[in-house]
């Protein structure tokens, strides 16, 4: 009888064990196999790899066992009582055939899955492959961690090295600052001593007009060849002197004097500059020294920025306000700042408005309104153009604003063209009203004035429009940011009116 048993699936309780259950049944079906021979299942000392190659060769085994013959419930064929029956009967024994063949092949299947299960060296491979994928992924995350750790590490030295650069510059600014002050407090002492010194000795005008002359003239970098060794030492001079030397010392500042003329004459420029800021101008031997490289020399966009923020932070009645806005904006002079000030409240109407500054394009417009008897003359005889935004400041005119103006001129012109047309000069008194009723209240000559400088101070501003109103109406006095705007539309409007007529 064949033996076709298959051992429990249940673990062995020791290899030797395994072995001796399972290699008797390898050896009993290794028959059915039509290969002309299997491998063994072997034993403990079998290499990995032939123990691989025994169970694929198992599994690939094809039995030639057959069941024909041993089928105990097939049909016989000569019970059969005619053909077809017959036919019936090869068709079932056939069926029955195939499904022990079948059975037979899943047995085997079984028997070889059972067996690598429990197989202790298939165990110990399996073993060692999870072992090497384990050490491979922790390899792959200590990879991974270290060069996280490394990008941390890189991040927070470099965090480390920014703010210890930003340490340094702070505290290379901060000792900057620190030695400009010291600088400019040198520069109004030595100034201050000569001017003591100078009085000291009653030595008249001509001589205060020099003195003042020096001290305005020198600066930290003595642009203009008069520098604080200079003074300090002219000074000392001066101080050893005496009343009865009056003479000597008049010589002295004389020299000096000289120095500041003499210098400006290498500059080549002997036009003199107006002092920029009314309020406080500067003597005319000053004036006429700034040499013209100081004068023609362009400002930066930068330099234009930093001379805004010190107009907003030394606002006017500052003490020494002018020497504040030169330390801050740091490469100019309290000089050029004054007259960069000037400059931009001179240009203000031809900037603001949009109007072209060419004296010959303002020539030959005021020349063309003035032939419509839109133009007016001033009480020192200057022509004015009835366009113009800029205030007018000469006699018999201060004191008015720029739509009181308008509505004056606007009266003359319908008293001269009479009042044949009495609908269109009511109409006009309406709009007349109208416009004065949205221009608020009267604006002064001065309010007029720090409204045009503002405008063009911050013209080239980044900030936003609301900001920039509200930072221009703390420049005009009495003026709140509503107020500006209107006064600009205004003006505006007014401009756009002139230009259609």
Known sequence: MIDASTPADKKPKSDEDFF??????????????????MPRLGDMKTPIEEVLEIYEAWFNMESWRDFSMELDDSFDLEEASCREERRWMERQNKKLAEKSKKDEKNRINTMIETAHKWDPRIIQYKEELKNKKKAAKQ?????VRKAQ????????????????????????RKA???????????????????????????????ATAQVTSLCDAMTLTGELGITVDMISE????????????????????????GKITGKAEEGGDSTPVAAA???????????????????????????????????????????????KIAGHVGSRSDAECQRKCGELKNNFAASAAGMASDEKLEFERAR??????????????????????????????????????????SKEMQKKEGEAEGEDTEKKEAQEKKEKKEGGDKWSTDQQRAL??????????????????????????GKSDKECIRRFKEIKAMLAAKGGS
Do not use: C
Request: no cysteine; charged share 40%; proline share 4%.
């Open 452 to 477: 045009e400088a503002a405008i063009l101070e911050f013209k080239t501003s980044t900030l936003e429009a609301k900001q920039k109103w509200k930072a221009i109406a703390e420049l005009v006095p």
């Open 368 to 409: 063309k309104e003035a032939a419509k008897g839109h133009g007016s003359r001033s009480g020192a005889g200057k022509k004015t153009s009835g366009t113009s935004v800029t205030v007018d400041r000469e006699i018999g005119r201060e004191g008015y604003t720029a739509s009181e103006l308008k509505e004056m001129e």
């Open 176 to 206: 900057e600052k620190e030695n400009r002050e010291a600088a400019k407090k040198a520069l109004r002492r030595t100034r201050k001593t000569l001017r003591d010194n100078a009085e000291a000795l009653a030595l008249g005008e001509e």
């Open 149 to 172: 750790e490394e990008e941390a590490r890189r991040k927070q030295e470099e965090e480390e090295a920014k703010k210890k650069a930003e340490e340094e510059e702070a505290v290379k």
């Open 277 to 323: 800021a009314p309020a406080a101008p500067a003597p005319p031997s000053v004036v006429a020294s700034v040499p013209k490289k100081e004068k023609d020399r362009k400002w930066s966009r930068d330099e234009m920025d930093q001379l805004h923020k010190a107009l907003l932070k030394f606002p006017a009645g500052t003490q020494q306000r002018w020497e």
């Open 20 to 37: 001796k259950t399972w290699a008797p049944v390898f050896d009993r079906n290794a028959r059915w196999s039509n290969a002309a021979s």
């Open 139 to 143: 390899a792959r995350f200590a990879d």
């Open 234 to 257: 002219l000074a000392e001079q001066l101080a050893a002197l005496s009343t009865d030397n009056k003479d000597e010392a008049t010589r002295i500042l004389g020299e000096a004097a």
